[in-house]
Nanobody, 126 residues
């Protein structure tokens, strides 16, 4: 059973930084990809960044240049480094694992086969 657990969220002022972590268990990193998506109240879910087992990654245009996704070699821990945070980054951030497909890599949420954690809140004040 795949389990994901996020940590590192919090409240910061605009321009500040946060680093989210996601520890995984039961996940095979040999295929598919992992990533982060977020959802703000009243808005649709948005894929923020994704990375595959080779280290190839993609980042949403809205956070490019500010957010960096990375993983440890075993892909048991996923990170999201967030710099120069803006109020519009305020959302619940979810770690996601997509073992059998790669929709996250093209900034899409798959209709099935996605695993995610309970989320961590990020609040950015102006």
């Amino acid at each position: 059973q795949i389990k994901l657990l996020e940590s590192g969220g919090g409240s910061v002022q605009a321009g500040g930084s946060l680093r989210l972590s996601c520890t995984t268990s039961g996940y095979s990193h040999r295929s598919g990809c992992m990533g982060w998506f977020r959802q703000a109240p009243g808005k649709e879910r948005e894929v923020v960044a994704a990375i595959d087992s080779t280290g190839a990654y993609s980042v949403a245009r809205s956070v490019k240049g500010r957010f960096t996704i990375s993983k440890d070699d075993s892909m048991t821990t996923l990170y999201l480094e967030m710099n120069n945070l803006k109020p519009e980054d305020t959302a619940t951030y979810y770690c996601a694992a997509e073992p059998a497909s790669r929709f996250l890599m093209i900034q899409r949420l798959p209709g099935q086969g996605l695993y995610w954690g309970q989320g961590t809140q990020v609040t950015v004040s102006s």
